[in-house]
Nanobody, 116 residues
Framework: QVQLVESGGGLVQAGGSLRLSCAAS????????MGWYRRAPGKERELVAT???????NYADSVKGRFTISRDNAKNAVYLQMNSLKPEDTDVYFC??????????WGQGTQVTVSS
């Protein structure tokens, strides 16, 4: 019902920056929350950051002050600006969409690798 297409992952040195993008299409409800989660092999997905349609944000403690989430409601897009990247940020990052109608939809994931 909702399709999410991610881009922007890649390989970067510690201290560098990346910007992830996610575009949503399909049955988009005006009032929704979008965000980014990450998962290492064998682990559960971990919240990185979320943002509501109204702009309220939430960040994991581990990324607070380094990552910034934003969105463009007209384009149904969400972004994650990642600065001061650390090797421990290495993970697969997933875009998420949810509203009152559905538990949530996931993107396919984009790999972020931070070298020391």
């Amino acid at each position: 019902q909702v399709q999410l297409v991610e881009s922007g992952g890649g390989l970067v040195q510690a201290g560098g920056s990346l910007r992830l993008s996610c575009a949503a299409s399909g049955s988009i409800f005006r009032f929704n929350t979008m965000g980014w989660y990450r998962r290492a092999p064998g682990k559960e997905r971990e919240l990185v950051a979320t943002i509501t349609n109204g702009g309220s944000t939430n960040y994991a403690d581990s990324v607070k002050g380094r990552f910034t989430i934003s969105r463009d409601n007209a384009k149904n897009a969400v972004y994650l600006q990642m600065n001061s990247l650390k090797p421990e940020d290495t993970d697969v990052y997933f875009c998420n969409y949810r509203d009152y109608r559905v538990p949530g939809y996931w993107g396919q994931g984009t790999q972020v690798t931070v070298s020391s």
